[in-house]
């Protein structure tokens, strides 16, 4: 007879792997269960041609809790992150638009465009960290649920209040309109620019299956913004090693506090009697019990896939089928001969050691959506280009050097059929064509290449569509929405079931805060059931 757990985690990515560390921590038998034969999920770094490690999914790094990191020790196992200089956007004129983490060298380039955006990038900045402020405190929070009267509730909705009524009268309309409203309409109130406007559109489509032009894609330019590194808000760097490297560290430092890891284990089904949740069935038929059981897969996989429909209710499965979970990403990982050139930069410029855009106008960017939206990838894709080996040579051998890019638009499926390889083919050449009318010798340099479409990214990643972020980030789909409403506190109507990904609250990204938000609320209820974890809130 398997062994039996106090828990079993289902998917060893980061926030899986984050959830198994607290519960580890808090003196409880963990097992995590992955059906490949490597953890990370998409925060994963692997090696497909001799001599370079690929971050084959994610690629930057801002977003992971400095708590979590902190709480878990994740530097004593290896983790660091290499803030990069800045970037740059390279237009169809020649010229390009470059940013950099110097205040003053910021201000002199944005200078060169518009004096008057140079003053209002200011206040743009300033209006973002207000923005920041507000939420942040709430990514570590439980959401509370707006239709109960429990005392946890109204106590977390009395704080919610607290910090409304915290701001000015005109502060609070102006959070109400950008929650709502577009990245797009949001920059015009600040910027005069075209080339601008571009650049700051990015984060408010990254990952997301809407154009700049749609209301709610400020909302994601500010889930993005709201990370860190080493203590600067909005920064971004990269994880030395890959972004295999936090969950690398993330499994040390689970199976320092006795946590189990079983790869090629895949999920069958979640093992229900009486409604309760009480293990898991493998693929291979094997049955593992367990006091709990938590997810780390998207809302649509846990319940569509893994449990029985009689044992869910009528209206949460509905729910659920209506949940929002668009793919829209592609990302080729290239391994290059040597350091492309590029004939906007200057030899020798910072920019390089960031990310590089060639979409220089919001109109081209929603022309880019527009082909998705007839099932169609990007004939003038949005690319956000990093070179990591520029900052961090331990993926690459002397001299040569990896590129990642993430790509914008990419349907999760050709037109209503399913992608062939041909199709993946094509995309590819799509990508390197538009890097190739910037850059004379990329081609050139080519060694290897790994395509991932969206059929991949589900096949591999086990992300439905490939979203990223394992649903969308609108309005409707965040908070106490996150993933339905009634159900944004990481349990499931099953007893003993609970969501731990990045479809429950705060959402996507290599945050790790969804995955420690559920350890929180399990912890609670196994507190009220039994005395092995009577101090275990303590270290939450």
């Known amino acids: 007879m398997s062994k039996s757990y106090d828990a079993i985690i289902v998917g060893a990515g980061h926030n899986g792997l984050v959830n198994a560390c607290y519960l580890a921590k808090a003196g409880l038998s963990v097992l995590v269960i ?13 090696s497909h041609y001799p001599g370079f490690v690929y971050s084959n999914c994610s690629y930057v790094c801002s977003l992971l809790r400095p708590e979590i990191i902190r709480d878990l020790n994740l530097p004593r196992h290896g983790l660091q992150i290499l803030p990069f200089e800045g970037g740059a956007v390279l237009t169809q004129d020649g010229d390009a638009l470059a940013s950099y983490r110097n205040h003053d060298a910021h201000r002199r380039e944005l200078e060169r465009f518009s004096l008057k ?11 973002l960290i207000r923005q920041c402020r507000f939420i942040q405190p709430m990514l570590m929070r439980t959401p509370p649920d707006p239709t109960s009267f429990r005392p946890r509730d109204v106590s977390e909705l009395l704080y919610i209040g607290k910090k409304l ?17 577009s990245i797009s309409d949001f920059l015009d109130e600040y910027f005069e620019t075209e080339v601008l406007k571009a650049k700051l559109s990015i984060s408010g489509i ?32 990269y994880a030395r090693g890959g972004m295999g490297a936090i969950t690398r560290a993330l499994a040390q430092s689970l199976q320092s506090y006795g946590g189990e890891i079983r790869l090629n284990a895949g999920l069958d089904k979640f093992l229900v009697r009486g409604g309760r949740a009480v293990g898991v069935v493998l693929e291979n038929g094997e049955e593992v019990r367990s006091r709990i059981v938590v997810s780390n897969m998207d809302a649509k996989r846990t319940f569509l896939k893994h449990v029985d429909e009689k044992e869910l209710p009528d209206t949460f499965l509905k729910k659920v089928r209506n949940y929002k979970i668009r793919g829209s990403s592609g990302k080729l990982n290239i391994a290059l001969d040597g350091l492309p050139t590029f004939r906007a930069l200057p030899k020798g410029s910072p920019c390089i050691k960031g990310d590089l855009h060639f979409t220089d106008t919001v109109e081209r960017m929603e022309q880019a959506c527009d082909d998705w939206k007839a099932g169609k990838w990007s004939a003038d894709p949005f690319i956000d280009l990093v070179i990591p080996t520029t900052v961090d040579p331990t993926m690459a051998p002397p001299g040569k050097h990896f590129m990642s890019c993430f790509v914008q638009y990419c349907p999760p499926k050709v037109e209503g059929r399913d992608w062939t390889d041909a199709d993946r083919d094509a995309f590819a050449e799509t990508v390197v064509s538009q890097i190739a009318d910037y850059s004379d010798d990329f081609r050139s340099k080519i060694l290897h290449m790994e395509v991932r479409t969206p059929r991949e990214i589900e096949a591999e990643v086990g992300l439905t569509e490939g979203n990223i972020f394992q649903g969308e980030l609108t309005f409707d789909q965040i908070l106490f929405n996150r993933p339905i409403p009634g159900y944004a506190q990481y349990r499931a109507p099953i007893s003993g079931l609970y969501m731990c990904g990045s479809s429950t609250h705060p959402g996507g990204g290599v945050m790790g805060a969804p995955g420690r938000n559920a350890a929180k609320e399990i912890l609670i209820d196994l507190k009220r059931n039994t005395t092995v974890v009577s101090d275990a809130y303590a270290i939450l």
């Open 34 to 46: 992955e059906k490949n034969d490597w953890v990370g999920g998409a925060a994963t770094s692997r």
């Open 117 to 127: 955006d140079a003053e209002a990038y200011e206040r743009y900045a300033a209006d």
């Open 165 to 181: 009524h915290d701001l000015t009268e005109r502060e609070m309309c102006d959070m109400m309109r950008f929650w709502t409203m």
């Open 206 to 237: 990254i990952g997301t299956a809407l154009g700049p032009m749609s209301p709610g894609t400020a909302y994601v330019l500010l889930h993005h913004y709201m990370g860190e590194v080493d203590g600067t808000i909005g920064a971004w760097g």
